[in-house]
């Protein structure tokens, strides 16, 4: 390997490597847009920065470490979230080995660059450039890998969740934008019903037992599929960036059933679902109510918080954060949403109970903040002791009496 890593100079890769590093790490970037147009214009785009990267490299020194080092975070970037990412969901397909390429290369890349960038220095300097270059490294691939991971979601177990309802039955329904959605639905006995959506990297056959509460307190069910997750076409996001185009069409499939009231539709959503769950009542007032468990964030803006709460160090993060979801914004054709706070205002005076973990503070502060921009229609419940969405495992019977209890009083407003 060390062989093949460097010229017969020594110093810099030979061109096979060079360009395979390249390759692999950066053909899954080059096919993220789903459209043609963006391919294009993000690969042409990504062609230059790699022509230039290749003339500084061809200098070797510490410029082309450094130049190794910043290709060496694209390859760990795409590796880890989607190599490593596909090949955990089961997923194995061109782009899982891409990303494992990738992930060897840019491993490769990264060391090359740190014993280029700190050669011939003395040994304190030497260790000390060594520990901030592979620092930098980490936090660049700690921030940019959940934007790759989130823009490129793989196939998801696509279980039917047919033990919810003898009554229920799949449906499909097409959003505005011409995406093919899927659901199980249980008509309401009383015209009342709920959108139940799942969180991230899951579909609907994870909040079965939520459906299950409802059904069971005279509710009608639409579980769905967000899109790009198990039986829905398209590509998804896991940052929920497509939430309000989906919940819209779910809105609209319920709204046109005889048997449903459409004056009382709400939104019951986990996680990601719940971050959906709030945009879309802030965008269309046909939503009656929303329940949101374990919804913290979907964009920098969310961060905001942060700030107050840490300091200098909250400051960093959400500039970190700002650098993460400006490259999610690059690799997907959804826009970037406003922030929940501003979503959650809009919605007023449309009722939302926000549930947090009692054992998840983060949870808290963030919905805190929320309820601070829109205290007047947002209400926060903290389950004690309750980890991440596992409200209803921790204390079913409260759980079923709050949410059921949230969902009937605004109801009865309608």
Same mark, same amino acid.
């Given at each position: @390997?060390?062989?093949?890593?460097?010229?017969?100079?020594?110093?810099?890769?030979?061109?096979?490597?060079?360009?395979? *590093?390249?390759?692999?790490?950066?053909?899954?970037?080059?096919?993220?847009?789903?459209?043609?147009?963006?391919?294009?214009?993000?690969?042409?785009?990504? #062609?230059?920065?790699?022509?230039?990267? #290749?003339?500084?490299?061809?200098?070797?020194? /510490?410029? $082309?470490?450094?130049?190794?080092?910043?290709?060496?975070?694209?390859?760990?970037?795409?590796? %880890?979230?989607?190599?490593?990412?596909?090949?955990?969901?089961?997923?194995?397909?061109?782009?899982?080995?891409? $990303? @494992? #390429?990738?992930?060897?290369?840019?491993?490769?890349?990264?060391?090359?660059?740190?014993?280029?960038?700190?050669?011939? @220095?003395?040994?304190?300097?030497?260790?000390?450039?060594?520990?901030?270059?592979?620092?930098?490294?980490? %936090?660049?691939?700690?921030?940019?890998?959940?934007?790759?991971?989130?823009?490129?979601?793989?196939?998801?177990?696509?279980?039917?969740?047919?033990?919810?309802?003898?009554?229920?039955?799949?449906?499909?329904?097409?959003?505005?934008?011409?995406? /093919?959605?899927?659901?199980?639905?249980?008509?309401?006995?009383?015209?009342?019903?709920?959108?139940?959506?799942?969180?991230?990297?899951?579909?609907?056959?994870?909040?079965? /037992?939520?459906?299950?509460?409802?059904?069971?307190?005279?509710?009608?069910? #639409?579980?769905?599929?967000?899109? *790009? &997750?198990?039986?829905?076409?398209?590509?998804?996001?896991?940052?929920?960036?497509?939430?309000?185009?989906?919940?819209?069409?779910?809105?609209?499939?319920?709204?046109?059933?005889?048997?449903?009231?459409?004056?009382?539709?709400?939104?019951?959503?986990?996680?990601?679902?719940?971050?959906?769950?709030?945009?879309?009542?802030?965008?269309?007032?046909?939503?009656?109510?929303?329940?949101?468990?374990?919804?913290?964030?979907?964009?920098?803006?969310?961060?905001?918080?942060?700030?107050?709460?840490?300091?200098? /160090?909250?400051? %960093?993060?959400?500039?970190?954060?700002?650098?993460?979801?400006?490259?999610?914004?690059?690799?997907?054709?959804?826009?970037?949403?406003?922030?929940? !706070?501003?979503?959650?205002?809009?919605?007023?005076?449309?009722?939302?109970?926000?549930?947090? *973990?009692?054992?998840?503070?983060?949870?808290?502060?963030?919905?805190?903040?929320?309820?601070?921009?829109?205290?007047?229609?947002?209400?926060?419940?903290?389950?004690?002791?309750?980890? &991440? %969405?596992?409200?209803?495992?921790?204390?079913?019977?409260?759980?079923?009496?709050?949410?059921?209890?949230?969902?009937?009083? !605004? @109801?009865?407003? &309608?």
């Amino acid at each position: @390997m060390a062989i093949a890593l460097a010229s017969k100079r020594g110093s810099s890769p030979s061109w096979p490597l060079t360009l395979f *590093g390249l390759v692999s790490a950066s053909t899954i970037v080059l096919l993220a847009r789903g459209d043609l147009t963006g391919r294009l214009v993000w690969s042409g785009g990504f #062609l230059v920065l790699t022509a230039l990267a #290749l003339l500084v490299w061809a200098r070797g020194g /510490r410029l $082309g470490g450094a130049a190794a080092l910043l290709l060496g975070v694209v390859g760990l970037v795409n590796g %880890i979230g989607i190599g490593l990412r596909w090949l955990e969901a089961g997923a194995v397909t061109w782009k899982t080995v891409v $990303g @494992m #390429l990738a992930l060897v290369t840019g491993t490769t890349l990264t060391v090359w660059g740190l014993i280029r960038l700190t050669k011939g @220095m003395r040994s304190v300097p030497r260790v000390i450039s060594g520990i901030l270059a592979f620092a930098a490294v980490v %936090i660049l691939t700690w921030t940019l890998t959940p934007a790759i991971i989130a823009s490129n979601v793989p196939p998801v177990d696509d279980r039917v969740p047919m033990t919810l309802d003898p009554d229920g039955t799949q449906v499909t329904y097409t959003s505005a934008d011409g995406v /093919r959605l899927w659901g199980w639905y249980v008509p309401p006995p009383e015209g009342k019903v709920a959108i139940v959506r799942h969180g991230s990297g899951s579909t609907a056959s994870d909040v079965t /037992r939520q459906a299950q509460v409802l059904v069971a307190n005279g509710f009608g069910v #639409l579980m769905t599929d967000a899109r *790009g &997750h198990g039986r829905s076409e398209g590509a998804g996001s896991d940052f929920g960036w497509f939430g309000e185009e989906d919940i819209a069409a779910a809105v609209d499939f319920l709204a046109g059933r005889p048997e449903v009231d459409s004056s009382r539709i709400a939104i019951l959503g986990i996680s990601m679902g719940g971050e959906e769950a709030i945009g879309a009542a802030g965008s269309d007032d046909r939503v009656a109510a929303v329940v949101a468990e374990g919804a913290t964030a979907r964009t920098d803006a969310d961060k905001i918080w942060l700030i107050d709460e840490y300091g200098w /160090r909250g400051w %960093i993060q959400v500039r970190l954060e700002w650098l993460q979801y400006s490259l999610a914004d690059l690799l997907t054709d959804a826009t970037k949403p406003r922030s929940l !706070a501003i979503a959650a205002a809009l919605a007023d005076p449309t009722p939302i109970l926000m549930i947090t *973990g009692g054992g998840v503070p983060d949870e808290a502060k963030a919905a805190s903040h929320i309820q601070a921009a829109s205290p007047g229609n947002v209400s926060v419940w903290s389950v004690p002791g309750a980890g &991440h %969405i596992q409200g209803l495992a921790t204390t079913p019977t409260d759980w079923e009496r709050v949410v059921v209890g949230f969902l009937d009083a !605004a @109801m009865r407003r &309608h």
